[in-house]
């Protein structure tokens, strides 16, 4: 794991915003920092348009998995 985690708590934004805010936060971290994702559900889908759109950019390793809170580490690996 990295030395650096920058947390993000995307449950109190607009669900517009959170994809982009969560890559907007990705796209910022240098090689090796981790963003801590906190969401209110499984944020699956997210894992899925990542690996779309940010392929082999990212370790994801679930740290909590609810019911009430999910907590995932997204390492950038370039």
Known sequence: MSALIK??????VAP???HPTIFATFDSLQ???????INDHDPMPLYYQMHA???????WDY???GPEVW???????I
């Not at 947390?7 to 109190?12: F, G, S, V």
């Not at 090689?31 to 994702?37: F, G, I, M, S, Y």
């Open 7 to 12: 947390e993000l708590d995307i449950r109190p």
């Open 16 to 18: 517009r915003e959170k």
């Open 31 to 37: 090689k090796d920092e981790t963003l801590q994702l």
């Open 53 to 59: 759109l940010r392929n082999e950019q990212f370790h």
């Open 63 to 65: 740290v909590e998995s």
């Open 71 to 77: 907590k995932v580490n997204i390492t950038k690996t």
